[in-house]
């Protein structure tokens, strides 16, 4: 009868536990699952901000905002962006509560030292208010493969009804308890948390009138120490059993002792330790990560969910890791991870990787320093070693890959330390990229500054010429402008007449041969080509974008449809050059335009600038809000080694080499620059003759529109410019009144009878061109006010005091333009 009593006994204690190790099995795999969802989850956002275009802050809050309340499995309850320095960009959260400790944790990097973790949020008598367990993946720049910040999502353990549900849906229990640390977080069924708090002290099986208390401990690898546990109620009467048992045992002793033993027995291994034993067999797989384990089929309902459930995290777990693979096999960048000894122990070679002959079966095993083919370039490998020894996170150091034949690859690599959860250092993982592209352009224009300055060195003699070619040129220009002017008198007596033309002969074979003198003084090797330079500049604009910087906005007014044969890296260089010496004029903050167009340069035009011959041309124009250029300087801006910047900030070859590019095209380059306003720069480039290019219909010399005696009021600090303009406007039938500022304009306004005002937009006195335009407007409303300027019309944009609706002349101008400007004026120009 005793022997009875205890094997009844025996298998209801056999049973509890295999209940027990059942039911931790299930709270293992529901809270595995539930961090899995948010695992990949978080992965597959980061990725979506990777490759985010935009990369304001409020298009990515706005990313993760929309994701955040619209996922499909409502399983993440906490979601933070941080930068590189561990500070909150911003966070999304389902509590209402603002979780202080939670936010200064995370500035540690103690807690993102791992992908998993937690954080415990306490109240004021330092009792637990709720855990966090969080996932963290740092957020890559797909365009340069750099970390650009950290990525954090989570569950709540307070009130989680979700999880405790499936806890208790899971187990076929009727009463489920999350606690934590003694503290009951969450609870779904009858019970009341009191009773749950005054039973978390008890043996981990219990039996109750209610049922069997199971208590687990799920997530040793993120909470070792057993501050997480679930509490399980489920409903079945054990001592029934035995007491059925025992009374059959009293009836039928004797006879049955034997029979119910083995029975017993039978029961035992048939229905609970053979499934529990295929169950462990199978889990064992799954650890090992067979491709197609066996699904145990069992008899007990309750072990075949169990194998389902394990099966079904399986399939999602190969599927996630496939999902994986094929990121792996087609972003550039390669992911590894190292030991504790720095030797790699993972790596996925990208496409731009495996170009370069690197395979991860030649690294596993090894430490950098032992790859005979890799070389650093940032610092000594000393150092390297010791930075590694430190625990430090790194970014963006670069190694030179040697190839076959001498070639030079190189890589750019950013990792960071892994801790396990005692806080041991793992090893490291991170991301390298190739950058052989980004150094070999760097490589490149170093090569090309280094041409010049040594063609510069061996060429005294071109750079003599060269410069007395450009001071030749400044007194061409003035002769040729007063032989124009000489020209154009009606009494001129035929030899004098003859005498000045053959003059003009002699200036223009003089430009010629000075044109050829500066072309001779850059002798860098061009190769041009046929190309669109809106395209040129469309294909640069974000390597011009990254020399501005966040604080220089850039706009571009692309406009151009005619081809030019142009050198296009040297074209590149141009821009890249004009682009930084704005910014640096800007001081990295402010506007800046490019502007590219078509243009006719007619024959009077190009009189004023000897070395530009008439005829079509694609302008290309780069216009900064920066300080300018004085007038001192503005003369010796493109001279080689000349530079206003700080020593050592600047090599004086920039616009050199802009200016010998843009003569040995058979272009100009033109400078116009304000104190205060900005400079502008023009690049002109002859236009390309071929018979794919469309035939563009060449419009005729202009024809001045002559003027009826009006009275002109000019308004030019220029004393040189002012007497010209004074000629020009007498010359094609205007009265003329100079001003050199914007008092004695005002002054004249008074006493003398003033058709029309063409005033200067930059002026001396601290009154502007926009002042008098807008005082004209105001309190002499029938007079024309026409504003001319050495700016083009976008940079003068950035004005924001400039009314929008008026016209500007632009500096320099013909008498064509001049006549067509004042005879459009008098329709109300600029009103």
């Known amino acids: 009868m ?47 901000a990777a490759y985010l275009k935009a990369r304001n802050v409020d298009e990515l809050q706005d990313l993760f905002q929309r994701a955040f309340l619209t996922q499909h499995e409502h399983k993440v309850d906490y979601l933070a962006v941080l930068d590189n320095n561990n500070e ?59 970390v650009a910040g950290t990525l954090i999502s989570g569950m709540f353990l307070r009130d989680n009804l979700s999880l405790v549900s499936e806890l208790a849906t899971q187990s076929e229990a009727n009463t489920v308890a999350i606690i934590f640390d003694g503290t ?18 008890v043996d981990a099986t219990r039996d109750f009138q209610d049922g069997l208390m199971i208590q687990s401990k799920p997530l040793m690898n993120i909470f070792p120490d057993g501050q997480l546990q679930t509490l399980t109620l489920l409903q079945q009467d054990p001592s029934r059993n035995l007491k059925e048992l025992y009374l059959f045992a009293g009836v039928a002793a004797v006879l049955l002792i034997v029979g119910l033993s083995l029975l017993a027995n039978f029961v035992i291994r048939r229905q609970i330790l053979s ?96 790859v005979g083919v890799l070389q650093i370039v940032d610092m000594s490998w000393e150092e390297y070693e010791e930075l590694l020894n430190k625990h430090e996170l790194f970014r963006n150091l670069r190694f030179k890959w040697i190839l076959g034949d001498d070639e030079e690859s190189f890589i750019s690599t950013s990792g960071k330390p892994l801790f396990d959860a005692d806080g041991n250092f793992a090893g490291y993982r991170g991301v390298s990229s190739d950058i052989t592209s980004e150094v070999q352009a760097e490589q490149k224009t170093k090569h090309i500054e280094e041409q010049l300055r040594q063609s510069q060195k061996l060429e005294v003699v071109g750079q003599l010429t060269g410069g007395i070619a450009h001071d030749f040129n400044n007194l061409l220009s003035i002769v040729m402008g007063n032989l124009e002017l000489a020209l154009e008198q009606k009494d001129l007596s035929p030899p004098m007449k003859q005498y000045l033309q053959d003059a003009m002969v002699g200036v223009e074979k003089g430009a010629n041969l000075t044109h050829q003198l500066l072309a001779y003084s850059r002798q860098q090797k061009l190769a041009p080509k046929r190309l669109l330079s809106k395209e040129v500049i469309e294909g640069v604009k974000p390597l011009l974008e990254r020399a501005l910087g966040e604080g220089v906005e850039m706009s571009l007014y692309l406009e151009d ?68 250029i004085s007038e001192e300087n503005l003369s010796r801006i493109t001279e080689p080694f000349f530079t206003t910047k700080e020593v050592g900030k600047g090599s004086g070859l920039g616009l050199s080499m802009v200016f010998g590019f843009a003569k040995q095209s058979g272009g100009h380059l033109d400078i116009y620059s304000e104190l205060g306003k900005g400079t502008s720069v023009k690049l002109l480039l002859p236009r390309a003759s071929s ?25 030019e600090d220029n004393d040189k410019l002012r007497e010209l303009i004074e000629q020009q406007l007498i010359s094609i039938g205007y009265h003329a009144v100079a001003s050199a500022n914007a008092t004695e304009a005002f002054a004249k306004l008074k006493t003398e009878a003033i058709d029309i005002v063409l005033s200067d937009v930059v002026l001396p006195g601290g009154i502007s061109g926009i002042e008098i335009y807008k005082a004209v407007k105001e309190n002499y409303p029938d007079i024309k006010i026409l504003l001319m300027s050495g700016f083009t019309g976008k940079a003068l944009e950035f004005d924001e005091s400039l009314p929008s609706h008026v016209t500007i002349l632009m500096k320099p101008f013909t008498k064509v333009k001049l006549s067509e400007a004042l005879a459009d004026n008098q329709t109300d120009y600029g009103s």
């Open 691 to 715: 018979s794919e290019d469309p035939i563009h219909e060449k419009r005729g010399r202009g024809i001045i529109k002559a003027g009826a005696g009006q009275t002109v009021l000019v308004i």
């Open 88 to 146: 909150f960009v911003f966070n999304i959260s389902t509590e209402l509560e603002e979780y202080e400790e939670i936010a200064r944790a995370f500035r540690s990097n103690r807690y993102l030292a791992q992908t998993w973790n937690w954080l415990i949020e306490v109240d004021q008598n330092k009792a637990v208010e709720n855990v966090l367990v969080f996932f963290n993946t740092p957020i890559m720049d797909a365009n340069t493969g750099r």
């Open 184 to 201: 009951v977080l969450s609870t779904v069924g009858d019970w009341p948390r009191t009773r749950f708090q005054e039973l978390f002290d």
């Open 275 to 370: 499934p529990l034993n295929s169950l462990t067999s199978y889990a064992g797989a799954l650890i090992q990560r067979d491709e197609n384990p066996e699904v145990p089929i069992s008899n007990v309902k309750e072990f075949n969910e169990v194998s389902q459930t394990m099966a079904g995290i399986l399939t999602d777990l190969q599927e996630s890791e496939r999902r994986i693979e094929d990121f792996l096999s087609v972003i550039s960048d390669s992911i590894w991870e190292t030991d504790s000894e720095h030797r790699y122990r993972l790596m996925s070679t990208g496409p731009n990787l495996k170009k370069l002959g690197i395979h991860p079966e030649d690294l596993i095993g090894k430490k950098r320093q032992e």
């Open 2 to 48: 005793a022997v009875t009593f205890y094997g009844a006994n025996l298998v209801v204690d056999q049973g509890a536990k295999q209940l027990e190790q059942k039911t931790g099995v299930i709270s293992e795999l529901v809270f595995k699952k539930e961090l899995d969802i948010i695992e990949e989850w978080t992965e597959l956002l980061s990725e979506d």
């Open 561 to 628: 449809t005619w081809f030019i044969m142009a050198d296009p890296t040297e074209l590149e260089n141009a821009l890249l050059n004009l682009v930084v010496n704005a910014r640096d004029a800007m001081n990295g903050v402010g506007k800046l335009s490019i502007e590219s167009f078509n243009i006719q340069v007619e024959e009077k035009e190009a009189q004023e600038k000897p070395d530009v011959k008439p005829g079509e041309y694609v302008c290309i124009i780069v216009s900064d809000t920066g300080a300018g």
